[in-house]
């Protein structure tokens, strides 16, 4: 029997009030923007030729919200289910949740023993600023690099045991964290990894046991209402 793989289309949500405002936003339930919402319209007139057998998001508000726009403006609304997976959420910044980002950074900068923001993010890399995030919650909830990578891990291995040999189409609407980690995982010569663009594709298609990218960060395909 062929290995006909799977192709799945990473989607991160629109944007968010508290994208908008520059505030931590890791399991934050903030709805989107109106301008989110017309951008994901946008995304989702521009896949309305792709037709998905099965769709994922995390189980927050604003990945559930831009999954349901995107099927309705690619006709799948009514003949598809939404399958929402905690696995798949952002980090947990823990009490720093809806702080200004900037005053967030600089906590962590301190900590990290860094003179500048600019010499923190180009001194560190993502996990070692998410380890900081935690070493410096009072409350000891925020989510180091490993207990983040490890929940999202198997959230993915549920979602490829259900469909690597299926040659299916799988739209997977999560957060930009996410995609980007999943991504670098599961491509390692992945050297295009800039932050995500709300409401941006992503395809990586599985064949003959690996991964490849197909489009990282695209919005070339947003298409205005006619």
């Not at 983040?148 to 997977?172: A, N, Q």
Request: charged share 30%.
């Amino acid at each position: 029997m062929a290995n006909k793989g799977v192709t799945i289309y990473f989607v991160r949500h629109g944007e968010t009030y508290f994208n908008y405002y520059g505030r931590m936003q890791g399991w934050s339930n903030m709805p989107l923007t109106e301008n989110g919402i017309e951008d994901v319209r946008r995304c989702g007139r521009g896949l309305a030729d792709v037709k998905f057998n099965a769709v994922y998001t995390s189980d927050l508000k604003r990945t559930q919200d831009t999954a349901e726009i995107i099927l309705e403006e690619n006709g799948q609304s009514e003949t598809i289910k939404m399958n929402p997976m905690p696995e798949f959420r952002e980090v947990f910044f823990g009490s720093m949740e809806g702080m200004y980002g900037s005053e967030a950074y600089d906590k962590v900068r301190e900590h990290l023993g860094y003179e500048t923001e600019k010499e923190l993010f180009n001194k560190t890399d993502v996990p070692e600023r998410m380890d900081a995030f935690r070493a410096i919650d009072p409350e000891n909830h925020a989510e180091d690099f490993m207990m983040f990578w490890s929940r999202v891990e198997k959230g993915l291995i549920k979602l490829m045991d259900r469909h690597k040999y299926t040659g299916e189409k799988i739209l997977l609407v999560a957060h930009g964290g996410t995609i980007r980690y999943i991504l670098q995982n599961l491509i390692p010569d992945l050297d295009d990894t800039e932050s995500l663009l709300n409401a941006s594709v992503s395809v990586a298609k599985y064949e003959d046991g690996l991964f490849h990218i197909e489009r990282y960060n695209d919005v070339s395909h947003f298409t205005d209402e006619k």
